[in-house]
């Protein structure tokens, strides 16, 4: 699986550089499943690099829209609340599960949670900022 970065650029080049970032760590992530055998090890590092990262574009995405007084502020950082909370979730469930299962649950929930975070609320942050051009 190799995710199209086309598709998730929203036109606001701080955060589509970060987010090309990002999609290079889930594509690493992801390649772990081309592995004859999988290692768990590998998936969890994986894993943590791309959580480490997010918290950080997460950070700065949310500065970016406190400057900017975003209204939907509220709604899209409880989307990044929901996400750490989601990948402290798989962490433990992954543990019950074998390698395999556990990095195809991993990919399945990192891809719809960043198809649903760019394509609506980061899409939704660039729309209203494309709006009020005196604030970008
Ligand atoms: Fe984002």
């Known amino acids: 699986m190799k995710i199209d970065h086309q598709l998730f650029r929203i036109g606001i080049p701080v955060i589509d550089n970060q987010h090309e970032a990002y999609l290079n760590l889930l594509d690493d992530l992801f390649a772990v ?3 004859e055998i999988i290692n768990r090890s590998k998936i969890e590092e994986a894993l943590k690099k791309a959580f480490v990262y997010a918290m950080e574009h997460f950070d ?13 502020l ?9 996400f750490r909370e989601g990948v402290e979730r798989l962490t433990i469930e992954g543990k019950f599960l074998g390698a395999t299962a556990f990095l ?10 960043v198809q649903d975070q760019i394509q609506t609320h ?3 942050l660039a729309e209203y900022m494309r709006k009020h051009p005196t604030h970008s």
């Open 33 to 35: 499943g081309r592995d």
């Open 122 to 124: 980061d899409r939704a």
């Open 60 to 72: 700065s995405e949310e500065m970016l829209m406190e400057s900017i007084k975003y209204p939907a």
């Open 104 to 113: 195809q649950e991993v990919n399945r929930w990192m891809l719809q949670w």
């Open 74 to 82: 509220d709604v899209h950082r409880r989307k990044h609340n929901e």
